[in-house]
């Protein structure tokens, strides 16, 4: 109801502020007063109203400045305000204008108008309200089904967003479940996908406490790309959130009671130049928004996860460069793979503990 709506009074003469407060009190209204624009200012950071009636001439910060000021602010530039100009003054009612005012009152004001305004405020606010309101619930229930590293792209530049792939440097970490063929010979398969889907989700936590993106899945494994400006600090992450799954990995094998084999992770780290960006497939249906990293980088660390061990992290040697000085790693010494040149491997042992925070 209107008269639930908070509204702000701004006039430094007390006997007006006291007149409008009256006159909203008997029709229902809760009001607040304020008596220079600074002390407007404030109270609307603090309790945004949902009306602000508001005096031109004030001493220090007048009700133009005050109005221009609210208007561009981000957060409070929605709030409706209606300026009191005094009939001989038509010039303030233009700086009103230019300023942003959504509405005006005549002083001495009168009250069958000034209620008259407040109402109509009032309305255009709650539908402001509702419609904004929409398309927040909207934006966050379509924002599950957009991959965060492209919402980050659309939320830094919303008119042009950067989505085209360019070349960055990256690091990327596949990571594999094992024991799942032996798990679903064992159990039912909607038992199995609920198992697995256990681990994912407590892998995502990881990835995402690290600033990683999760870019594919495929049965029992995902590929998670690293970004930031420093080349050793997403290495870093990606280093980090490796050991993070093992952990959890264990954690979550000491809790599971439905199989005598515990699931195993084993996991490639690569970094270096990589195609990275959105990919968007237009179907006559709907649209599908990935992102993806493209290049010998990401082959390389899906060759890694492949050569590793259940519980090993196996790490290339641009990425054992960039973490060596924070990370204990053990040489393999060079190992051939498919399409590759005999490739110097790494072993992740763990964190030295004096280094890395």
């Known amino acids: ?93 233009i700086r009103g204008i230019e300023a942003g005012a959504d509405d005006f009152l005549t002083k001495p004001v009168n009250q069958p108008e000034l209620m008259a305004r407040v109402r109509t405020a009032l309305r255009l606010k709650r539908t402001i309200d509702r419609k904004v309101g929409t398309l927040l619930h909207m934006k966050d229930h379509l924002a599950k089904f957009v991959p965060p590293a492209v919402r980050r792209l659309i939320e830094a530049h919303p008119e042009a967003p950067e989505l085209e792939k360019r070349e960055q440097d990256v690091s990327i970490l596949f990571v594999d479940l094992s024991g ?31 600033s990683g993106d999760i870019t594919d899945t495929a049965g029992d494994g995902m590929m998670v790309v690293f970004l930031s400006e420093a080349s050793s600090e997403h290495a870093m992450n990606a280093a980090m959130a490796a050991l993070r799954i093992l952990e959890v990995t264990d954690q979550l094998n000491r809790e599971q009671l439905d199989s005598e084999e515990p699931i195993a992770v084993h996991m490639g780290l690569s970094s270096g130049q990589a195609l990275v960006g959105s990919t968007r497939f237009e179907g006559h249906r709907g649209t599908l928004w990935t992102f993806t990293a493209r290049g010998p980088v990401t082959n390389f660390a899906a060759r890694l996860g492949e050569a590793s061990g259940a519980g090993t992290i196996l790490v290339g040697p641009e990425t054992a460069e960039r973490i060596g000085s924070h990370f204990s790693l053990e040489a393999l010494g060079p190992q051939v793979f498919k399409n590759l040149d005999a490739v110097e491997v790494y072993r992740l042992l763990g964190q030295r503990r004096t280094n890395f925070p």
């Open 180 to 210: 799942y063929s032996r798990l679903s010979l064992k159990i039912d398969h909607n038992r199995v996908n609920t198992i697995v889907e256990r681990y994912f989700s407590h892998f995502l936590d990881c990835v995402q406490e690290y």
């Open 1 to 93: 109801m209107e008269a639930s709506a908070r509204i702000l009074v701004v006039d430094d003469n007390e006997q007006n502020l006291t007149l409008l407060r009256v006159i909203l009190r008997r029709q229902g209204y809760e009001s607040f007063p304020a008596r220079s624009g600074e002390e407007a200012l404030r109270q609307v950071l603090q309790n945004p109203p949902d009306l602000i009636i508001l005096d031109v001439m004030m001493p220090g910060i007048d009700g133009i400045e005050v109005c221009r000021r609210l208007k561009e602010n981000e957060e409070t530039r929605l709030i409706p305000i209606v300026i009191m100009t005094a009939l001989d003054q038509p010039e303030d009612k």
